[in-house]
């Protein structure tokens, strides 16, 4: 299996549109970084307005943590739309290519195969989001020193530097998890169809409804809205909360975890019964 996922990655790896996620965060965090190294100080003065009379704050409040706390805030909601180029490819890839016989005749069977695409998709999830901690959070630290984190959510909270990182941590662990449930979603349209182009539109559209089924102020929507994945995706920002509600966090995952493990099974199971003809 292992040699399996190695040689997933090698061919997700030779494709361009492989590297437009990871260029399109590094591009858009090193904009996010250079802005706010030269105008942060009066967006801070400007958040902090009406409070700085009543309260003397104390310690750097534009730093790293603030800037990965913002970058993460502004990316998180497009990165879905990076992430289904590569998994929308993954098996309409070898349609277009007409490789699946000759990956079919390897000695392994399809239930290894395809679940070696969904580690393989997962593990792309993990080094778009490692990679945007890194520059994130990693550069930003070292660009803009370490402090207090300013957290401007319901209302302005403000954590102290011993209390941030493992905020982070689950944050984008929670990230992780809601990406991987787009990710898995757009391997399912792609175990259907023979071009990528298809799973990549069905996945943003599926995406889309889903969002605005949840803003309709319709008794029948919003009795399901709390099923919908799209409901849980954000639910990272709950770390950065003055208390983190674990209930929600908890309910949340498990839902999450339920999507992913029906889109493997669904998949797995389309994969096993296709019929292959190139």
């Known amino acids: 299996m292992m040699t399996l996922v190695f040689i997933e990655l090698q061919k997700m790896f030779k494709k361009w549109r492989t ?3 990871i260029i399109a965060v590094g591009f858009l965090t090193i904009i996010v970084q250079l802005v706010l190294y030269f105008t942060g100080k009066n967006f801070v003065d400007s958040q902090m307005r009406g409070i700085e009379q009543s309260f003397v704050i104390v310690g750097n409040l534009l730093n790293g943590y603030f800037i990965a706390r913002m970058i993460l805030t502004l990316l998180i909601i497009h990165i879905p739309f990076l992430i289904v180029l590569v998994g929308g490819d ?3 890839g070898e349609a277009t290519a007409g490789t699946y016989r000759m990956i079919l005749t390897r000695p392994v ?3 290894q195969v395809i679940t070696s695409k969904f580690i393989a ?3 792309y999830v993990i ?4 990679w945007l901690a890194f520059l994130s959070l990693g550069v930003s630290l070292i660009v803009f020193g370490s ?3 300013l957290s401007m959510g319901s209302g302005i909270v403000i954590f102290a530097e011993n209390d941030i990182l493992w905020r982070f941590l689950g944050a984008y662990a929670f990230a992780a998890l809601s990406m991987t449930t787009v990710i898995f979603i757009s391997i399912i349209f792609s175990s259907l169809v023979q071009n990528a182009i298809g799973p990549i539109v069905s996945t943003m559209a599926i995406i889309i409804i889903f969002l605005i089924i949840s803003a309709i102020p319709v008794d029948f929507l919003q009795s399901i809205k709390p099923y919908l994945f799209t409901t849980h995706m954000t639910q990272w920002n709950n770390f950065f909360n003055d208390e983190v509600n ?5 309910n949340s995952t498990w839902i999450l975890l339920a999507h992913i493990v029906g889109l493997y099974a669904v998949t797995t199971y389309i994969f096993m019964k296709k019929d292959i003809l190139s």
């Open 121 to 123: 998709g997962m593990l």
């Open 109 to 111: 069977s399809r239930f």
């Open 90 to 92: 993954l098996l309409a």
């Open 19 to 21: 590297y437009i996620g």
């Open 127 to 130: 080094i778009l989001l490692v």
């Open 246 to 250: 674990y209930t929600e966090i908890f």
């Open 147 to 149: 402090g207090p984190l």
